[in-house]
């Protein structure tokens, strides 16, 4: 990517960053060097600076440099905006957060956080002596009364989040964040770089699992850290491979490939949602629709100013009990129920019973009448016909 530093447009980035034609063969895709140890030129002579695929792939770097393209064009280009590639979304948080916060540090997460973001603060760090506040993200004078002047941090928000879908506002927190001294971190898994670059923002470190909208097909487990402050970028580099949490040869090839169909893949997300969203908004057993989209939803205006478009997952409530929200999960036929989000076919959950079962009794526990979707890219008809069904 650094030889080619007009190329900003995510859709002509995630085809060639990182991903010139192989030198030896013509190959155009980028082969996948399945090997744990390299050849060296002498006691200390690397070549190409490979010794070990823990410390350095040459399929996990090509990933790398087309992350940091995706989320900051610019300034991958210019080297000092870098991604690392790890072998999931947690493997990549966990290694985030014990570079940057020491024992007895403290925290800002959000109120809604994703579930194993949450039990990574509550339950590993927590022993480790990190303390944490969750906060409204939504509410700058709330997040702003939990930071803790001289302790905070990090400032960590998910946006939307998962799974109710709350819009922050970016810059205004990166704002409120650099003023105490502290990093905000975004995940932005549900958005994908496509619609949103929080780096852009003000951000100084996004997160990804990999294993979603940018692997896009179900098929592989990942997690990243693009990180734009060179000296930040480096400790992180270092705690990569001190930790060891890489992504695999095959697996960083699977991101690869899917990030190459990015655009278009979110194109037709966004497009199915809109449709779905209509239909829920207007459904009788439908008691609240929960997306940026909706000119009601509380983040609207935010969305509007940081997003291209609004994302292919809803959350809506459903007039009734938990209860009626778990038949509706067991009933569609073309939604699959399962975790995850963000790959080519629908998907359908219950949070409080799954991907959030972890915050049940907390101040993070979720609605039980809630049920998320991550909308495919079917054909939209079908998909409207199985949630009426489901619906009744």
């Known amino acids: 990517m650094s030889n080619h530093p007009l190329w900003t447009h995510t859709e002509t980035v995630a085809l060639h960053a990182g991903q010139e034609p192989d030198e030896r063969t013509g190959a155009v895709v980028p082969p996948i060097y399945q090997v744990s140890t390299y050849a060296q030129d002498g006691v200390g002579g690397l070549r190409n600076g490979y010794e070990y695929s823990r410390s350095g792939n040459p399929t996990r770097d090509a990933l790398q440099e087309c992350l940091a393209a995706l989320e900051d064009p610019v300034g991958a280009a210019a080297g000092t905006t870098k991604g690392m590639a790890f072998a999931s979304g947690l493997a990549a948080e966990d290694t985030l957060m014990r570079t940057v916060l020491s024992p007895g540090a403290h925290a800002v997460i959000p109120d809604d956080a994703y579930g194993g973001t949450f039990r990574l603060f509550s339950r590993v760090l927590g022993r480790w002596g990190v303390e944490y506040t969750p906060a409204r993200l939504t509410d ?3 997040v702003e009364a939990a930071i803790q002047p001289g302790r905070t941090s990090m400032i960590w928000i998910e946006t939307p989040t998962n799974p109710l879908l709350r819009v922050a506002d970016i810059a205004a927190i990166a704002e409120l964040a650099h003023a105490n001294n502290a990093i905000l971190v975004v995940d932005n898994t549900f958005a994908s770089p496509y619609l949103q670059q929080p780096l852009l923002l003000g951000a100084d470190v996004v997160v990804h699992s990999t294993t979603k909208y940018l692997g896009g097909h179900s098929d592989v487990i990942g997690g990243a850290l693009i990180a ?9 580099a270092y705690h990569q491979n001190a930790m060891g949490a890489v992504a695999a040869p095959l697996d960083s090839w699977l991101v690869l490939r899917g990030a190459k169909t990015l655009a278009v893949r979110m194109d037709r997300h966004c497009a199915n949602a809109k449709v779905i969203v209509d239909m829920l908004s207007s459904h009788s057993a439908v008691s609240e629709v929960l997306y940026p989209g909706l000119e009601g939803h509380d ?3 935010v969305a509007v100013k940081q997003m291209r478009d609004f994302g292919g997952m809803i959350s809506f409530r459903v007039n009734g009990s938990e209860q009626k929200a778990l038949d509706v999960c067991a009933a569609t036929q073309l939604f699959t129920l399962g975790e995850s989000l963000g790959g080519v076919e629908s998907l359908i959950e219950h949070p409080a019973r799954m991907t959030h ?3 049940a009794g ?3 526990e979720v609605p039980s009448d809630l049920i998320r979707l991550s909308v495919g890219i079917e054909h939209v008809d079908d998909l409207v016909a199985d949630l009426q069904q489901a619906l009744g």
Do not use: K
């Open 140 to 142: 700058l004078a709330a």
């Open 357 to 359: 079962a972890s915050v």
């Open 299 to 301: 983040g609207h205006h």
């Open 228 to 236: 734009r402050d060179p000296e930040l970028a480096e400790q992180l």
């Open 362 to 364: 907390s101040a993070l």
